[in-house]
């Protein structure tokens, strides 16, 4: 069933600042009235899945948020974010409860830092197979961010592959094998930061994780 915690579903943020008193009231009236109707409708047609809401504008404070969240299977969880957030948040949020036998990321471009970022996870033992998905920019585009992937991958051929298409998906997906746990993440974000406002999900189910998992297996990279 659908939940707005009250700290995150703000209605202050239906006024503009320039409503009178009396418009004020309504607006914030009709917003109530919406929230209600929501939480009902959730109730009569969504019985078997459930969505929970974040907003969050830095990455601390989105880490923070699901800090005491144990990710469930057949949940959902959505945010929307800006400020200091990474793409790669949502992958922390998983790591932080999981470590995992296999994890997919897709995106159009990344940043030098979270490349680093994702082969610290597989040194360490966090994700012990590693695939990445790039747009067909990226080996021409981000020079150095292209050179730092090929030499981990030459460096670790076990490590998993990167594929080279006309990719402008942000896409990721990954299990624990031993403790059943899948999930899928969607976001309109690169694996960067980016200060202008983006959407994204965590879905935990084993679903989406092979939905993505078959995709992104039959892709054919244009880099041999």
């Excluded at 703000?10 to 939480?39: I, N, Y």
């Excluded at 197979?129 to 080996?139: N, Q, R, S, T």
């Amino acid at each position: 069933m659908g939940r707005f915690d009250d700290d995150i579903f703000d209605f202050g943020a239906f006024l503009s600042g320039q409503e009178t008193p009396e418009e004020a009231d309504e607006q914030l009236a009709d917003a109530a009235t919406a929230k209600r109707a929501h939480r009902r409708t959730k109730a009569c047609t969504e019985l078997s899945q459930r969505y929970e809401y974040r907003r969050a504008f830095s990455e601390v404070r989105m880490l923070e948020s699901m800090q005491y969240v144990k990710l469930q299977d057949g949940v959902t969880y959505n945010f929307i974010t800006g400020g200091d957030v990474d793409s790669l948040t949502y992958l922390k949020i998983v790591l932080n409860q999981h470590d995992l036998d296999y994890a997919l990321c897709s995106t159009w471009c990344m940043a030098a830092e979270d490349i680093l970022q994702l082969q610290e996870w597989y040194t360490a033992g966090r994700i012990r197979k590693l695939d990445m998905y790039v747009g067909e920019i990226f080996p021409n585009s981000y020079k150095v961010e292209w050179s730092m992937v090929k030499g981990f991958y030459d460096a670790h051929p076990e490590a998993g592959r990167v594929a080279v298409f006309r990719n402008h998906s942000k896409i990721y997906a990954g299990c624990n094998e031993k403790e059943k746990f899948y999930f899928g993440i969607q976001t309109s974000a690169n694996i960067n930061t980016n200060p202008r406002t983006e959407q994204g999900s965590i879905t935990i189910d084993k679903g989406i994780y092979e939905f993505y998992r078959e995709y992104f297996d039959g892709i054919i990279s244009f880099e041999k």
